[in-house]
């Protein structure tokens, strides 16, 4: 293993078999693994040298007499050895093993050993291994918090299932070292820290003591001398069971953390002060129990205060064996960034660390529900499996870039993270007097410039990005002209964007039909001019489309690849903007969306709607026109994701499972809204004034993988952020 000045890059897949009463959950089936013979050679585009990688027992032995079929395992392991990656060989994570042992009997430490050495026999190059992944975090979901098989809670089974894993991890390395003495342990765990009022620190004390727990025991420090020693005692451990890490210690090569912004905790007894989700207690005393970046405290905390203490505390060698964050791309970089800086500093201090793991490469599933049951919601990694196919994301850059030149700038990691924002939820402050500094400084990044900050769509850019602290300019028709170059290239010196978004546009479709030269010249040659010049200047470009582009005559979703043939003036200067965009800018990002609703535009059809029926008034819809309703708000959020990830050419953006008349549109939010949806009548668009021609059916669906959340979830959201920001329940209007 290399030792540079800096730190490691690593990698890891997220790579748990957890067992719920009888049913084993796989995220390497969950997000394709097993099929997909191309993402080794994704991970080494990133530059990645040492990985994280799963050869899991109850995969591989699911039966004590399965004769085990290596071929999968054998064409992985040996193509990394081609691709000159080393693996890390986990064994077991977050498993209970095969259904044939179990934690209380030795079968699962006895198991995982005859296991180990089959793994070891049959790659006897193989030099790291993790035989059993974080057995502090999976005895506290087994034996304490019942999530997990076999779903016990109480002191004892907690300290069985967590000896069984130790023992399991040590008799492991001692089998595979008979075969490979040069094996290394790199072993793995959470890395948490509990804070509380006084009341509740007796409770802090024992679970930070805990938390250094089983790197103690195969270290052979646990001894009776120590705190937790007589805690597992009196919790009914025998002390043989203790004995058996001082005379077979098997200190870690490496000591592997795993830390989330959910790892750091603060009990409180004023339960009043929390949401009841994080109501909780431990039978003496009932607490919140909440991550400490919700709450504001007077104490140091964060990784490089926890490094710290594992280094003083182990004096091994440290490394971050899973940095991951779910959240909006630019978060996800800052969050990596932070840690890789965080972790650089503390090398240089002195504290013997070396690497950061990119976790979850290509995401995981169902940790909302802390795997409980199957599939749950996906979050993406480095690479984004939405489509079925690995898309490489922002992360993907950042990583390559980490690895080339151990370093990587973008303007967007100047912006503060959501952890560190003054604007957070904050729902308790320990601090005296809390100061918040709320002067403006101007950003000295470069910034993504809005043109067309009126409209819709250029005010919600505004909105999000202030919410996503992405720092922004926004320009006005009299600010800047689209069809003039030289206007542009000018704004374009003053300001040195590094990503233009033209939100402007010609927007009346029935208008458009008489004057077609002012519909072509906001819609055609303005954005045409603009993806020109953004090449000349390598700035990344995204403009907008329409599912006018289409002529209706499919009677399912529209896909990128569909062919336009536009009906109607719009329709035609946006289909042939689209062509030439491409042409001049083949990096051109182009987004075809459709139906926009949202809570900051008082005119869109939704938000009438609802002024018209909280009136009294009839409104009326047709029902002969298919359209796929948007939520503004989740169009641009993802539009701001595809610019980081430096996507290019068409793409669809609309809410998933929300094909629709508007007719059915106008039902569907009068109803969820509580309103009198026999005031929405239906019509025929032929009925209907009407000077542009019409798609019957213009629903838009993606063939990119690119999934804006449900319908139905969008118009809840909607209908919450419009009633605070339009209306009251008292007052209409």
């Given at each position: ?13 997220e790579s748990t078999i957890n067992r719920v009463k ?508 603009l993806a020109d010049l953004c090449k000349k200047y ?7 489309s329409s599912d006018l582009v289409f002529d209706g ?181």
């Amino acid at each position: 293993m290399e030792q540079n000045d800096h730190i490691q890059v690593w990698g890891g897949i997220e790579s748990t078999i957890n067992r719920v009463k009888d049913t084993y959950l796989d995220q390497l089936e969950y997000c394709g693994h097993y099929d997909r013979e191309t993402d080794l050679d994704l991970i080494h585009s990133l530059g990645i040298k040492m990985l994280r990688y799963p050869i899991l027992w109850e995969k591989h032995q699911p039966e004590p007499t399965t004769v085990i079929d290596w071929s999968f395992a054998d064409r992985r392991l040996n193509r990394l050895r081609e691709l000159e990656i080393t693996p890390i060989v986990g064994l077991v994570h977050h498993g209970s093993g095969p259904r044939y042992v179990n934690f209380f009997d030795g079968t699962f430490e006895e198991g995982l050993a005859a296991y180990a050495k089959l793994v070891a026999e049959r790659f006897p190059w193989a030099e790291y291994y993790t035989p059993v992944n974080e057995p502090l975090t999976t005895a506290r979901f087994c034996g304490l918090y019942g999530h997990w098989y076999p779903h016990k809670r109480d002191n004892y089974s907690f300290f069985k299932v967590l000896l069984s894993e130790c023992k399991a991890t040590v008799l492991a390395m001692e089998t595979i070292r008979k075969i490979n003495p040069e094996a290394k342990l790199i072993q793995t765990e959470d890395l948490g820290k509990c804070h509380a009022t006084p009341l509740l620190q007796y409770q802090a004390d024992l679970e930070n003591e805990r938390r250094w727990v089983s790197y103690e025991l195969l270290s052979g420090k646990l001894t009776p001398d120590k705190v937790m020693w007589k805690y597992m005692v009196d919790s009914g451990i025998d002390e043989s069971e203790l004995h058996f890490f001082l005379e077979h210690n098997c200190p870690p090569y490496i000591c592997g953390f795993n830390y989330y912004l959910t790892s750091e905790r603060y009990l409180d007894e004023k339960l009043s002060r929390y949401p009841e989700q994080y109501h909780g207690g431990n039978g003496r005393h009932s607490y919140a129990d909440i991550e400490t970046v919700l709450v504001d405290l007077d104490v140091k905390t964060g990784p490089s205060v926890l490094l710290k203490e594992a280094w003083e505390r182990l004096q091994l060698p440290l490394a971050i064996t899973e940095c991951h964050l779910h959240s909006k791309r630019e978060e996800q970089m800052r969050w990596f960034n932070e840690m890789w800086k965080t972790l650089n500093q503390l090398k240089a201090e002195g504290v013997d660390i070396r690497a950061i793991t990119a976790w979850a490469l290509f995401g995981l599933y169902g940790w909302n529900s802390l795997v409980t049951r199957p599939w749950g919601d996906y979050e993406p990694g480095v690479f984004n499996l939405s489509s079925g196919t690995p898309r490489p994301t922002a992360l993907a850059t950042f990583l390559k870039m980490l690895n080339r030149n151990n370093a990587y700038e973008h303007p967007v990691l100047e912006g503060q993270g959501w952890w560190k924002s003054e604007k957070r939820r904050i729902y308790y402050s320990s601090r005296q007097s809390l100061k918040l500094n709320t002067a403006k400084v101007a950003p000295s990044c470069r910034p993504v410039l809005i043109v067309g900050k009126t409209g819709t769509l250029g005010y919600a850019f505004q909105k999000i990005a202030e919410g996503r602290n992405i720092h922004f300019i926004a320009t006005s028709r009299g600010d800047m002209s689209i069809t003039d170059r030289e206007q542009i290239e000018a704004t374009m010196r003053k300001f040195n964007p590094w990503a233009i978004i033209n939100a402007a546009g010609f927007v009346d479709v029935d208008a458009a039909e008489t004057m077609e030269e002012d519909c072509l010249a906001a819609n055609c040659i303005g954005p045409v001019l603009l993806a020109d010049l953004c090449k000349k200047y390598g700035i990344k470009f995204l403009s907008f489309s329409s599912d006018l582009v289409f002529d209706g005559e499919k009677n399912e979703p529209y896909l990128e690849s569909d062919a336009p043939n536009p009906l109607n003036v719009y329709g035609r200067s946006k289909a042939l903007a689209e062509q030439e965009m491409l042409a001049v800018n083949p990096d051109s990002l182009i987004v075809r969306t459709s139906s926009f609703f949202g809570p900051w535009d008082k005119h869109n059809f939704a938000t009438s709607l609802i002024v018209s029926l909280k009136n009294n008034r009839t409104v009326q819809a047709p029902t002969d026109i298919c359209v796929s309703p948007t939520y503004v708000p989740d169009l641009v959020n993802e539009c701001y994701n595809l610019l980081l990830d430096d996507e290019s050419g068409i793409f669809h953006l609309v809410n998933q499972q929300g094909e629709m008349s508007w007719y059915e549109f106008a039902r569907k939010v009068a109803e969820t809204a509580g309103l009198d949806s026999s005031l929405v009548r239906w019509n025929k668009l032929s009925r209907m004034t009407s000077k542009a021609e019409r798609p019957r059916y213009s629903a838009l669906g993606s063939e990119k993988g690119i999934k804006l959340p449900t319908f139905d979830d969008a118009l809840l959201r909607y209908l919450e952020a419009v009633e605070n920001a339009y209306f009251s329940r008292k007052k209409v209007g």
